[in-house]
């Protein structure tokens, strides 16, 4: 896999914040099998099982948080990193709602600390900053989101991803502007916002497969909270091979691309939380569901789409797996490790490039 994105990535030092978590973890799995040096910096697994302990990759790890500057900054300066993706945060809406002050302190607070121990970093050339859909002011239209469209944010989680946003482009302003790049600086910064993701792994609270997944390996139903929600149901591989291509550019010094960018499935594809499920029974059909009246109160958004044009256009990018693909391969996963206690992170790694490859991607043309 060396020869991915243009074989940027081997022997390249990447830092990677929230490495312990569900998408870090696959991110880490992805660069160290190009080749990468990689290093994480997060709390400790908060799960057990989890997937980064199960995947046993050949990197540096610290546990610590990013709201310790002084830590963050010596395990970079240590680590001499070309290229950090931030990805730690605190990410469940409505865990949100009961823990706000974490959830701000963590988005905004550890982003600002992010922020400035990479700039002062001097090895640091890239920072992708991984943020969400949720940062827009969801006016639940059908029509998908762009890049410039007004930021929001109804519920905690949401509006401290907006005010992470806001932040990580005052320093793109202040910082790293780019009409300094190279000479009164060398760090190129993009932040990156994708949707609902899936992929085995992943055994947070109130994400909907996880949850399903965990029930029907304890034998028991599932509440199905909002039904008639549509989301954009992405495999985790699809926004990371994003991430990874911004990272490439970026680090190949890519002016044009260090901005927000969108990384959605196409937008035709999108999933009623119900169709999952019904999805979902087919592939495990020992899966059962409860639909109770009024789970929640919480404000949770309805519609959500992302335009993915810019993707499109200035990266060559586009989602390969359709919606079905990326449920069946998640629930797959899952089945197999409840069942023969073996994870198939790394095939279904090989089968994303392969297909990429196939399909003609610009950054899977040798691997
Ligand atoms: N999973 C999704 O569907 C999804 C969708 C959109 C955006 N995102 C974003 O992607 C990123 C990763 O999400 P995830 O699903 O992997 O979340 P996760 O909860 O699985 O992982 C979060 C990671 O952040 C780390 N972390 C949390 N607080 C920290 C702190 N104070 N100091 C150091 N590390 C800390 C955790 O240790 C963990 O490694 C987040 O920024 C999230 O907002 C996720």
Redesign the pocket.
Known sequence: MNKLFNGIYENRRVFI????????SWLALWLTKMGAKAAG??????TNPNHISLLNLDMESTL????DLESLSTAMNRFNPDIVFH??????VRYSYSHPYETYE??VM?TLNVCEAARKCKSVTAIVA?????VYENKEWEWGYRENDRLGGYDPYSSS?ACAEILLSSYRNSFLNLNDYGSMHNILLSTVR?????GGG?W?ID?LIPDIMKATAAGKPVDIRNPSSTRPWQH?LECLGGYLRVGQVLLEGRKDIADSINFGPVESDNLSVDDVCELVHTIWPQTQFDFPDNTSRLHEAGALRLDCSKARTLLDWKPLWKSARAIRLTVEWYRRFYGEKSITSENDLYEYVKDAHEGGAVWAQQF
Do not use: C, E, M
């Open positions: 914040t929230g490495h312990t978590g569900f998408k870090g910096y997060s709390l400790a697994p908060s610590d948080t990013i709201l990805l730690a945060a605190q990410p469940l963590t988005n550890g991984i943020t969400t859909d949720k991803k994708a949707g609902n993701v899936i992943d947070s994400r985790v």
